[in-house]
């Protein structure tokens, strides 16, 4: 064989130079004969005896060689150590141009060719792009749709593509999404219909093609591989009706995708992805929860959607997986709440009708995810909500579940939610009960910390409400006051020239209140807080400058 190959890779060297297609013909069938029988070999000695940079000669359009040429090339570039070699030999621009051919096998092997020599090289199948391939695929795609072989290795080359970002414009600019809406159509098969999926979820990551996908009517399609699927028991019909399902929430990513199929919440797809809430199936439940969080994105479809009762469906959901404890649908379920209890007018209609008491169910679960979203569902409810607020930060296993996840250290988000939501208790409650319940817990510490964040948000939220602990019952908390040194932080939040107004002027409201205890007093005495305030009287912000004189005469007054 290796005599054979020899002779034939000589042969085709000559031969190539007279171009005399007889020749070269039965020396190409002996090459792929050979890499039929032992592909790495036959492939060393080819680049051995110096035969790629032929190649591009021999890929003539008109040239009854050319199939077998880039079949051989594919066969070459199968194995990795080939695929440099292909690529100096120059070999990539001619095959891109016989992509505009009309034969079908020379479009199946230069496919090949081209997918294999660029296989795993981002920076090839980049240089594949910027030379103009997306284009012509797609319309390739479009033109031969019958063509099941090409249809396929158009399909792989979009998949292995797709993952790059620079294609997704490119993508956009052709009709990728029609085209590929139809071929799915036309699909029976589950194999058929999986490959054309891993093209559309990479490109469905594109807000542009995600309209256009919907536009080309893909809902339509998944909604119908739903509906067939949802009772499968089959591994190709859950694997189908989670890709189908997962596909269509990350259609509702995009803001102008999502509104459309909305449709004022008159959408036949909002409808539909409703249903699918109660349903028996946890992917579908998984997706349906999913879809109204990502329906929730603005106030109007919010208010809208708490009015057509779909709170009461999310709230059964939830019933149903506190003992079941799935703990994706659980935190889908609760990160559709959140959303919904945004708009100030949703969260009196949602506290009436139980969230709370149905968010507090999940308090003893363990699942980081959950308790994020569990903290954010009860922190947007309670905002402004008075009532609801003194209800939840009087009860003191909450209060003490919170103090516990300050503490968790692992999850800085499930840390960071409960000390805002301790926060939040006391600030929209004003109340002097949950300020007890608070001390109590130990949370004042917590809250002290939470003082020295590195976001203002959160430094103002703390010192709102410790201002309002210092205020309504200073005696209760006046150790842990000192105990986690409160003044020493607020000397340093009132020196630091980085700290925000709002920032200094809650401090200095503190200090006013935490006069009233002798230890405290003694402490504030100890620092020279005079110096600092004093020099905040000339601060640009008018309420900083006035609270520092205020501040000031109090200094002076209890000095």
């Not at 990539?92 to 009309?102: D, E, R």
């Not at 390739?140 to 292995?160: R, W």
């Not at 609760?334 to 945004?342: E, P, Q």
Request: with cysteine; net charge negative; proline share 3%.
């Amino acid at each position: 064989m290796a005599d054979n190959l020899s002779d034939a890779l000589k042969k085709l060297k000559l031969a190539s130079a007279d171009s005399t297609t007889d020749s070269v013909e039965s020396c190409l069938d002996c090459l792929l004969k050979a890499l039929a029988h032992n592909n790495a070999d036959a492939s060393e000695k080819i680049q051995e005896m110096g035969v790629l940079p032929l190649l591009p000669t021999l890929l003539a359009p008109q040239s009854s060689c050319t199939p077998k040429v880039a079949n051989i090339i594919a066969e070459v570039a199968k194995n990795e150590f080939m695929r440099s070699p292909c690529v100096e030999a120059g070999l990539i621009p001619p095959l891109v141009q016989l992509l505009h051919s009309k034969d079908h096998e020379v479009l199946l092997q230069t496919g090949r060719a081209l997918g294999n020599i660029c296989y795993d090289s981002h920076s090839l199948q980049a240089q594949l792009i910027n030379m103009g391939v997306i284009p012509t695929l797609v319309k390739l795609v479009g033109l031969h749709s019958d063509n099941t072989a090409l249809t396929e290795m158009c399909l792989i080359a979009f998949g292995n593509l797709a993952e790059l970002e620079s294609s997704k414009e490119q993508f956009a600019s052709t009709n990728i999404a029609e085209e590929l809406v139809r071929l799915f159509q036309r699909q029976a098969e589950h194999e058929k219909k999986e490959m054309i999926f891993e093209v559309l979820a990479p490109l469905a990551e594109n807000d542009v093609i995600k309209l256009q996908l919907v536009e080309a009517g893909l809902v339509e399609c998944l909604l119908d591989v739903v509906v067939h699927t949802v009772d499968g028991v089959r591994e190709e019909d859950v694997a189908q009706l989670k890709t189908a399902s997962d596909l269509m929430v990350l259609l509702l990513l995009g803001d102008e995708s999502m509104q459309k199929l909305f449709e004022g919440g008159k959408g036949s797809v909002f409808q539909r992805v409703l249903s699918w809430v109660p349903s028996h199936n946890h992917q579908l439940q998984l997706a349906g929860a999913l879809a109204i969080a990502n329906f929730a994105r603005n106030d109007g479809n919010c208010i809208h959607m708490v009015e057509s009762g779909i709170v009461q469906k999310l709230l059964e959901l939830l019933d149903r997986h506190v003992d079941e404890g799935n703990v994706t649908v659980q935190h889908a379920a609760l990160s559709a709440l959140r959303n919904l209890a945004i708009p100030v007018v949703n969260k009196a209609k949602m506290l009436s009708a139980g969230v709370s008491d149905t968010v507090l169910k999940f308090l003893p679960s363990e699942m980081p995810p959950v308790q994020f979203k569990l903290l954010g569902t009860l922190r947007m409810l309670i905002d402004t909500q008075a009532d609801a607020a003194d209800q939840l930060g009087t009860n003191g296993k909450l209060v003490e579940r919170l103090v516990e996840w300050c503490e968790a250290k692992d999850h800085a988000g499930v840390m960071g939610e409960s000390n805002r939501l301790l926060s939040a208790l006391i600030r929209h409650s004003k109340s002097k009960d949950v300020v007890k319940t608070v001390i109590q817990g130990a949370g004042v510490k917590h809250l002290v910390v939470m003082a020295t964040s590195e976001h203002m948000i959160m430094q103002n939220e703390a010192l709102v409400a410790l201002g309002l602990i210092a205020g309504l019952d200073l005696v209760g908390a006046e150790k842990d006051f000192v105990g986690a040194g409160l003044v020493q932080v607020l000397h340093k939040l009132l020196s630091d020239e980085m700290s925000a107004p709002e920032v200094k002027y809650n401090s200095m409201v503190i200090i006013c209140a935490v006069m009233g205890s002798e230890p405290l007093h003694k402490e504030v005495q100890g620092l020279a807080f005079i110096d600092v305030v004093s020099k905040l009287r000339s601060h640009e912000n008018k309420t900083v400058s006035h609270q520092a004189s205020l501040t000031e005469q109090r200094l002076t007054a209890q000095s």
